[in-house]
């Protein structure tokens, strides 16, 4: 992986860990233990599985074993386990990533076991993984009645308090 690839990965990474906190410290509690359906994790477990991707994405590529993290059980915890993340993130250099592109990662997928070069385990698996438990955390905050939007989710957008491309309206949700 290139040293500049390997940058924008973890400027990625950094973004949305930082969007996670954000959206955290918009919800209240309840609505970061509600679920999109009865079988399904709550919506701070999949922050907290997100955050989670970010060291099994980066370690595995490195060749290297997947730094431990804290449980989280609480927002407090959750964001406790984010500042983690970002001290095991802000140790590595672009050097680190110099041999990662010969690297092959075995990995449990479910209860497959998948072996990809580096390259195909971020792009293609860690990575999606890490935006799929973001969007579940964010649709059920969403779903629960937090105001959120967009914006929220990337930090870039920005859109009227209660637009809606579904009515072409402010002012309602």
């Not at 989280?72 to 050097?95: N, Q, T």
């Not at 969403?142 to 989710?153: A, E, L, M």
């Amino acid at each position: 992986m290139s040293k500049s690839v390997s940058h924008k990965l973890l400027q990625v990474y950094r973004r949305y860990l930082g969007q996670i906190a954000h959206l955290v410290a918009l919800a209240p509690p309840a609505q970061l233990g509600a679920r999109l359906s009865e079988d399904s994790f709550t919506g701070l477990q999949h922050f907290s599985i997100a955050q989670g991707y970010v060291l099994r994405a980066v370690y595995p590529a490195l060749g290297r074993e997947v730094p431990e993290l804290p449980e989280c059980h609480d927002v407090a915890s959750l964001l406790a386990r984010g500042a983690e993340v970002e001290r095991h993130l802000e140790v590595l250099e672009p050097d680190d990533f110099d041999q990662s592109r010969d690297v092959e990662v075995t990995h449990i997928a479910g209860e497959a076991q998948v072996t990809q070069s580096a390259c195909d385990f971020i792009d293609l698996y860690a990575l999606p993984n890490f935006f799929f438990h973001l969007s579940m955390g964010y649709a059920i905050l969403r779903t629960n009645g937090v105001s959120i939007g967009k914006g929220d989710f990337d930090g870039f957008h920005s859109y009227p308090n209660g637009f809606s491309f579904v009515t072409n309206a402010a002012g309602t949700v």
